[in-house]
């Protein structure tokens, strides 16, 4: 089992910074991917960054997001963070982390991911 929790939500400007992390604990080999994704309301759920935490740090990022966000991972590997740069109204959502035993670089598909944390709010007005 891995547990998953979000952090750092909340209230920006457009053109503002706001760093999110995931801190994640449980069995190891079913965190080797974290990645972030985002539902708006109204809107499915998709991907933004996702990092294969073994000892080569391997990065993708959705185009939507690229150059603006970037995800990174403490030491040890049990903290995943998402430094939202640049930040617009249309990146106002639920932001959540999740993980999966398996990496493969530049999967987004929700399903193959096993652990999901509860989301942090990200509201960006214009």
């Keep these: 089992q891995v547990h998953l929790v979000e952090s750092g939500g909340g209230s920006v400007q457009a053109g503002g910074s706001l760093r999110l992390s995931c801190a994640a604990s449980g069995y190891t080999y079913g965190r080797n991917c974290v990645a972030w994704f985002r539902q708006a309301p109204g809107k499915q ?23 603006r966000f970037t995800i990174s991972q403490d030491n040890t590997g049990d903290t995943i963070y998402l430094q939202m740069n640049s930040l ?11 993980s999966s035993g398996a990496f493969t670089y530049g999967n987004f598909n929700p399903s193959t991911f096993e652990f999901w944390g509860q989301g942090t709010q990200v509201t960006v007005s214009s």
């Design 88 to 98: 617009k109204p249309e990146d106002t959502a639920m932001y959540y982390c999740a």
């Design 45 to 67: 759920r998709e991907g933004v960054a996702g990092i294969y935490t073994g000892p080569v740090d391997t990065t993708y990022y959705s185009e939507t997001v690229k150059g």
